[in-house]
């Protein structure tokens, strides 16, 4: 096996991951205007609900879609409880200036982020623990060779293909789609065509919920599960969906990728201590490059 | 009927509305006509739910208005055609028109494919444009989409804030006696906002004449047009 393969492999069963923790950001920013720093809070509480079923002898796969499933009720329910209350207050002085109404919403996803934090060391000690793969994590082999990837990296690579083929399909071929897409670009046409344009970004605080969790899911069979784990993987992600290009999901995807495979070739041919920097220097990079990202479009200005 | 009673609009401690009190009768065109300033968006925003009025009401034939969500009047069969051609850029035509009829997808599918026919009949260019992004659209053309993402929801009333506002003065008339004709063809209630005075009481039935947010004029268009002295007093010219 070649340094190249195997950078090549590893990069592409993380970039994965952090393909869709970046989607789960893009989702949110596009449908709330709000960069969830909550994010992997939500997918490390999920992740330790799952955990704590399958300790109590649930199967895999039925812990697997609670954990999805209490995702998209978490995010449904940050909504509903804490976003919606803090942005819909008319009167208040603080929100009439529109920088504040837009970083309000950021300062609370960091509040619910120790919020849950701290839940998760109430009820399961913080402890970290292992969380299983559902595939045996050996190498696959062709012949005698075996390969830099595994079994459990094809399953990660396998469902994250999924989830962003059907995510595509709901976006451009669904109704509720197009009311997601339209919520997100023009929030009062979309209401003065009689779409409850609260309720569509409630669903994309779900939907993004949803992937989050998943996201927990894939990752903490390799890194182990604790309140802090998957906080390196929000910056990550973070730094995936403005290379992508915030408004883009297309684009958030590329930028998982590219990152996955950046840290993976920075891992393989420099040292693992340099991938920090090297994410940084390729923010940077790609800021200087393309502002707007990868796919993300420049505003359109009508004249 | 549209029935305004005494409403108020106020911004902070400014009257945008002042006691506004005037009624639209069904199948006809009514125009709000004043200059810049007068309230004329305003109280199409009011009734669309977009501002909130402090007081007064707004009535469609016996439906209570004043303080629906703005999708629930769209669901009552009020739809809006906002100022500056307010369509969705980064969107297809095909998908502007459709986010208009989306909240009766279920219910009306058959209707709704009707619908986006005749639309397409009433501005065959939008057809021939259907899967371009609305942005690519002349000026002329996204007034016609944003009319046309308004009528697929199949209103009853139709509330135009300033249609012909920035466009040639021959596509202006076009757009205008396009919507005369629907209105004429199919019984639908209009309520035109126009700064353009001339243009809006040539095809109104009914002139409501606006002036720092109170109705200082409610005539038949014909007599508005005529008035020299009001017209005068009031547009400057």
Request: aromatic content about 8%; hydrophobic content about 50%.
């Amino acid at each position: 096996m070649t340094p190249f393969l195997t950078a090549f492999f590893s990069g592409t069963a993380q970039g994965a991951i952090y393909a869709l923790v970046s989607l789960g950001l893009v989702l949110v920013w596009r449908s709330a205007g709000v960069v969830n720093f909550a994010q992997m809070g939500q997918a490390m509480f999920t992740t330790y609900i799952a955990s704590q079923l399958i300790q109590n002898n649930y199967s895999y796969w039925s812990a697997f879609l609670i954990a999805l499933i209490s995702g998209a009720a978490l995010g449904a329910l940050v909504d509903l409880g804490l976003m919606r209350p803090l942005t819909s207050r008319k009167n208040s002085q603080l929100l009439n200036s529109q920088s504040m109404r837009t970083t309000i919403p950021v300062i609370a996803s960091l509040g619910i982020l120790g919020v849950l934090k701290a839940l998760a060391g109430i009820f399961w000690a913080g402890e970290e623990r292992g969380f299983p793969s559902p595939v045996a994590p050996n190498a696959i082999k062709i012949g005698d060779t075996s390969l830099a990837i595994t079994g459990f990296d094809l399953f990660v690579i396998g469902t994250v293909f999924l989830t962003l083929v059907l995510t595509t399909i709901f976006f451009t071929k669904t109704g509720m789609g197009l009311a997601m897409r339209a919520s997100a670009l023009n929030p009062e046409v979309t209401r003065l065509s009689g779409i409850k344009v609260g309720s569509v970004r409630t669903l994309g605080w779900a939907i993004s919920g949803i992937a989050s969790s998943l996201a927990g899911l894939l990752v903490t069979p390799r890194t182990n599960l604790s309140p802090n784990t998957l906080d390196l993987l929000l910056i990550i992600g973070f730094t995936a969906a403005v290379v992508g290009g915030l408004s883009s999901l297309a684009g958030s995807v590329l930028g998982g990728f590219i990152l996955g495979y950046v840290i993976s070739f920075v891992n393989v041919y420099s040292a693992p201590e340099n991938v920090f920097i090297a994410i940084l220097a390729f923010l940077l990079l790609a800021l200087f490059l393309r502002p707007q990202g990868i796919l993300g479009s420049k505003e359109v200005r009508s004249v | 009927m549209l029935a305004i009673t005494n409403l108020v609009t106020q911004f902070a401690s400014i009257k945008a509305l002042d006691s506004i009190s005037f009624q639209a009768k069904p199948g006809l065109i009514t125009t709000v006509i004043g200059a810049n300033g007068a309230g004329k968006s305003t109280l199409l925003r009011t009734i669309s739910g977009l501002e909130r009025p402090s007081s007064g009401s707004i009535t469609w034939f016996d439906e209570e208005l004043t303080h629906k969500s703005v999708e629930a009047i769209v669901r009552s069969g009020i739809s809006q055609v906002p100022e500056g051609h307010a369509v969705i850029s980064q969107l297809s035509v095909a998908e502007n028109i459709e986010l208009g009829g989306l909240f009766r997808k279920r219910i009306a599918r058959g209707d709704l494919t009707i619908a986006t026919k005749e639309v397409y009949e009433l501005f065959p260019i939008l057809h021939e444009r259907r899967n371009e992004p609305a942005g690519s659209l002349s000026g002329g053309e996204r007034q016609m989409l944003a009319i046309s993402r308004a009528l697929v929801s199949r209103p009853k009333l139709l509330l135009l804030d300033e249609p012909s506002l920035g466009l040639a003065p021959l596509i202006a008339a076009q757009i205008i006696s396009i919507i005369n004709e629907l209105c004429r063809s199919t019984g639908l209630t209009v309520l035109l906002v126009e700064q353009n005075a001339n243009t809006a009481l040539a095809v109104a039935d009914h002139g409501i004449l606006l002036a720092l947010g109170k109705v200082v004029a409610d005539l038949p268009a014909k007599e508005m047009a005529a008035d020299s002295s009001l017209r005068a007093a009031y547009l400057g010219y």
